[in-house]
């Protein structure tokens, strides 16, 4: 009885005497045709009986609402706890929502560490926003409550390991030879790299750790012109004033293309992106306090 809940001929809707029992602390799923009754049985069944049971032990208006709550057409259904319900046709495009937040349990949840919760973190007065991963007060400082981080990740950018960048190793290169991203040319790219002792002609596969890194966060050994066309071509176009280019240390791709994810999440960049667990809340989206 305290492991499982019974229900015995279920008449809701399409169903037609359905007996079953459905174990406790286990992921169930209802699956059948269209209108075999699998909403009849999990919303019109389980979830009405459960909210009936849970508001009929209160009092007030609760109870009043319970009263007006039908029983479900069943003979007999036990073992059921109180009840939270998703709606299926729910739409929702926030990564910030859980189940708890769309049901409102969360807020319970929160108002009861707030008046109960003792530590010796706090220095401030307990309260409910400290509980929210969704306020300043309560959210994880580096994901900012989400608790996880976006972030470029090279493997997504390598698409032939055994080229080298003139040759395409990355798929970030246009026929051209311009790598998307880096502000530089590949011959400008070129002079970079052999500053550092390398060239853009060696497979990436045979470049050192270091030498991949001058690639992705940049260099400091020279200063180099930045802009995809020389100045020659853009003084072809015409009506257009050439300005010169900015002339600075080289970035590097991911340099360019984390800052570029910071302002936006655009279709382009987000080819490029993983997920990771903050590494500061772990995945909790709360602060320390």
């Known amino acids: 009885m305290h492991n499982q809940i019974t229900i015995e001929n279920a008449t809701e809707n399409n169903l037609q005497d359905v007996s079953l029992i459905i174990p406790h602390y286990k992921l169930i799923v209802v699956t059948g045709v269209s209108g075999s009754g699998k909403s009849s049985l999990v919303h019109d069944v389980i979830n009405r009986e459960g909210q009936r049971l849970f508001l009929d032990n209160f009092t007030g208006g609760s109870y009043q ?17 109180p009840v939270v319900s ?21 807020d319970y949840l929160r108002l009861l560490f707030a008046r109960l ?20 007060t309560g959210y994880c400082p580096v994901c900012k409550g989400l608790g996880v981080e976006d972030h ?26 311009y790598i998307i991203y880096s502000q530089v040319t590949m ?27 001058v ?11 930045f ?10 176009w015409t009506g257009i004033t050439a300005k010169p280019r900015e002339e600075d240390y080289y970035k590097g791709i991911l ?35």
């Open 65 to 81: 609402a319970a009263k007006k709550m039908s029983r479900p057409k069943v003979k007999r259904i036990e073992g059921l706890f």
């Open 86 to 106: 998703v709606d299926q046709n729910f739409v929702i495009r926030n990564a910030r929502s859980t189940v708890g937040t769309l049901t409102e349990l969360y």
């Open 117 to 136: 919760g003792k530590t010796d973190l706090w220095n401030i007065k307990p309260n409910r926003s400290l509980f929210s991963f969704n306020t300043p």
């Open 152 to 177: 470029i990740d090279p493997d997504l950018i390598i698409e032939d390991g055994s080229k080298s960048l003139r040759d395409g190793a990355l798929n970030l290169t246009t026929p051209n030879g």
């Open 187 to 213: 011959d400008v790219l070129d002079k970079v790299c052999r500053a550092e002792g390398f060239s853009v002609d060696i497979p990436w596969n045979e470049l050192t750790e270091y030498q991949k890194q």
């Open 215 to 225: 690639i992705w966060h940049g260099s400091e050994k020279i200063k180099v012109l």
């Open 227 to 236: 802009g995809k066309h020389p100045l020659e071509s853009r003084l072809r």
């Open 255 to 289: 340099t360019i293309m984390e800052e570029i994810l910071k302002r936006e999440r655009n279709p382009n960049i987000m080819r490029f992106v993983r997920s990771f667990i903050c590494p500061s809340c772990h995945g909790k989206r709360l602060n320390d306090q």
